[in-house]
């Protein structure tokens, strides 16, 4: 077993590429939906962003803890898919009445979104690349904190940009998600600028 | 019902499906997890395959099981009898063709959570007969499947000058040089924002000359 040290820089690697130069949604596609249908203003896009990350960075520890713990010493792998989607289902389930008991206010800002978040691939995404590249428990922190960051970077800056978008004159057939998937094509072309950031 | 009224619905829900109220360019969704494998044709057929599979089985099993779903918990059932049809998919992928599996990676797993399986079945599949639903889910996973096929042959040939592996005259000589951001990510988005543009153009420009919608 390698250092905590070691570990922990290798967590914080993983943690700013999965921000940048590997972002979730710009690289690997996920959470394209919620993306075009929620970064419409800049305020809804600021509480789906937070409430993504929080329940990616819970959901994948706890995912990691079950397949290494549970699944793997039962030889039970291929179940996986289902144990995680419903880890999630239930951990979203959960968040959402915790936080109307407890916090209307924060219920009021994230609550709607919770549901979504069921459906988002970028969260079970996650999960399955944190076991394809088989990141230890440390690592799995530092990379799901970043992907949720990566994530909530992306919708924010876009829903910036769409905002401006609705005084401008777009043709007919590229209105809604056309020209929303051009933007996202560009703001790519841009995340690829940070590339070599880490090659040292 | 008469045949002949039968025979009618389902052309419907076949044209709804494939042009009307596309998956991807109407609807917009489940675009998430396959944008990635549309760099080769091959990718994207198997992953096609194993879409239509899903979307029409699953829709399938949720009519079937319709009258004895509880209101409140079936986005649950829902998910279960899609990731049992996916687990299929991904351990006979693994079995069968371990390559494939290897290249597609996490994102045969991910189709449990495209949001056309889950939009098909909760708006279709879960209120109608089990027929229809199979027409329903087979032919919307076809209508996204022809769309990804189209954007996947651009990105191969411009990216690699091939074509599922072939080389192609032009595009692989040395009078071509390659676009290889086609293969990469902003390559996806931008071809899927012109295919989008192209189709809802066409749409908008038959609807205007008066063709029935």
Redesign the interface.
């Known amino acids: 077993m390698e250092g905590i040290a070691a570990q922990s820089w290798q967590a914080f690697v993983v943690c700013i590429s999965a921000v940048f130069t590997q972002n979730v949604l710009l690289s690997y596609f996920l959470g394209m939906c919620s993306f075009l249908a929620v970064s419409r203003q800049v305020k809804a896009a600021m509480g789906l962003g937070a409430a993504v990350t929080f329940v990616m960075v819970s959901t994948c520890l706890l995912n990691w803890i079950i397949y290494y713990h549970v699944l793997v010493p039962m030889g039970l792998e291929y179940f996986r898919l289902i144990i995680f989607i419903i880890v999630i289902a239930a951990f979203v389930q959960f968040v959402e009445m915790v936080i109307e008991r407890y916090s209307p206010v924060l219920y009021q800002t994230l609550g709607i979104f919770l549901p979504l978040i069921t459906v988002n691939c970028a969260i079970l995404g996650a999960g399955l690349f944190m076991l394809i590249r088989q990141y230890s428990f440390i690592v799995t922190i530092g990379y799901s904190l970043g992907s949720g960051l990566g994530w909530w970077l992306a919708i924010l800056a876009m829903a910036g940009i769409r905002q401006k978008l609705a005084v401008s004159r777009i043709p007919a057939g590229l209105q809604g998600p056309g020209i929303a998937l051009l933007i996202a094509g560009m703001m790519a072309l841009g995340f690829i600028g940070f590339t070599g950031v880490l090659a040292g | 019902m008469s045949p002949r009224t039968k025979q009618n619905r389902s052309m419907k829900l076949i044209q709804d499906g494939l042009w009307r109220n596309n998956p991807i ?1 109407v609807q ?9 494998v549309t760099n080769l044709v091959l990718n994207t057929v198997v992953m096609c395959v194993a879409l239509v599979w899903t979307v029409a089985m699953s829709s399938l099993t949720v009519s079937l099981l319709r009258n004895y779903t509880p209101r409140n918990v079936r ?2 059932v829902e ?2 009898i899609i ?2 049809y ?2 299929l998919v ?2 006979g992928l693994k079995a069968y063709w371990p390559e494939m599996s290897e290249n597609l ?2 994102y045969v ?2 189709i ?4 056309i399986v ?1 939009g098909r079945t909760e708006a279709y599949g879960m209120n109608n007969p089990p027929a229809g639903a199979f027409i329903d889910g087979a032919f919307n996973a076809l209508g996204y499947s022809f769309v990804l096929l189209i954007i996947a042959i651009v990105r191969e040939a411009l990216g690699m000058g091939t074509l599922l592996g072939y080389q192609l005259p032009f595009f692989s000589s040395q009078y071509w040089d390659k676009w290889i ?1 086609m293969v ?7 071809m ?2 012109m295919v ?6 066409m749409q ?1 420009r038959l609807g205007s000359q008066g063709v029935k919608k």
Request: proline letters at 4%; glycine letters at 8%.
């Open positions: 360019f917009v969704l489940g675009i998430c997890s396959t944008l990635a986005m649950m998910t279960l990731a049992f996916v687990i991904d351990q990676g996490a797993g991910l449990i959570t495209n949001c889950m951001i990469m990510p902003p390559g996806a988005f931008f899927l924002a989008t543009w192209m189709f809802k153009s908008i």
